[in-house]
């Protein structure tokens, strides 16, 4: 079962948003921060905690604080649904281990032809020396 944070550990913050809008924009705080400290969170368990620390190292600031930030629309509410599914979809990614990798014999035709291009490749570089006079 994938994991979501829960809600009563997010913090949001508004402020008001740039772009279009007119007057709107400069009246109202649209723009919400959606902050998440996953150093001290209660609900993941050291393995997870390490492996968002590790994997969402770019994001994450030096108190191990996780934010996001949404400002795309000129309600706030739609912002802050926004801010959370993306939260949301950073976690669930960095928590989704990657399928082991199967080994595979490339096919016998593609190694003919890849040892047939270093033949021709070491062909026509040989003809471009000088000739050798000693023979």
Known sequence: MPFTVPENELEYRTSRASGPGGQHVNRVSTRVEVRWNVAESPSLSSKQRELLLEKLASRIDGSGVLRVVSGKTRSQLQNKVAAVERLHALV????????????????????????????????????????????
């Open 92 to 135: 669930r990614a960095a928590l989704m281990e990657p399928r082991p990798r199967r080994k595979t014999k490339p096919p016998a035709s593609a190694v003919e032809q890849r040892l047939g291009d270093k033949r021709r490749r070491s062909q026509a570089k040989r003809e471009r020396r000088k000739p050798d006079l000693e023979e």
